[in-house]
């Protein structure tokens, strides 16, 4: 299996350097291997509470999302981010889609600002604290849409 970019590693592509502390919630079966190679003093933390860089949750459940969001969000180091993974439509069905994830960031003060093909089953929105002086609210925007 490879990376969407023939020649590009994955890691760097969602933000794994060097000492970069990271956390994977949900992966699927072989997903970790296809991080490989991994760069110096990656560590990878089951149950940290705060001082992550980077998150990798998989899910395809609107409620799971809703539901554990804010505290990945504080799980979080100040520039770090969490990628929402999430089945295409190629993949095992899901009730998750791009705009729900991106309304559910915006609705706890978070933005998307980097979209990963992860493979042909897994696409990733990167998911980071709003940068000081924006809107907490956009006027106009609405909640999360409800799924079905």
């Known amino acids: 299996m490879t990376t969407p970019y023939a020649f590009a590693s ?19 079966r072989g ?13 990878f933390l089951v149950t940290a509470t705060t001082g992550l860089d980077v998150i990798l949750f998989f899910t395809g459940d609107a409620t799971e999302l809703v ?6 969000s504080r799980a979080t180091t100040l520039n770090g981010g969490i ?4 089945a295409t439509a190629e993949g095992p069905k899901t009730r998750l889609s791009e705009d729900f994830v991106r309304h ?6 978070l933005v ?7 493979d042909e089953t897994w696409t ?3 998911l980071v604290r ?3 002086g924006k809107l907490d609210k956009p006027e106009g925007r609405k909640q999360a849409p409800a799924q079905a």
Do not use: H, Y
């Open 10 to 28: 994955l890691a760097p592509m969602l933000g794994i350097r060097a000492g970069t502390k990271v956390s994977i919630i949900n992966p699927p």
């Open 31 to 43: 997903f970790v291997q296809k991080l490989n190679p991994l760069p110096e003093g990656v560590e």
């Open 67 to 72: 539901q554990r969001l804010p505290a990945l």
């Open 83 to 86: 990628w929402v993974c999430w």
């Open 104 to 109: 559910a960031a915006l609705d706890i003060g």
């Open 112 to 118: 998307d600002n980097k979209i990963c093909v992860i």
């Open 124 to 126: 990733a929105l990167r």
């Open 130 to 132: 709003r940068p000081r």
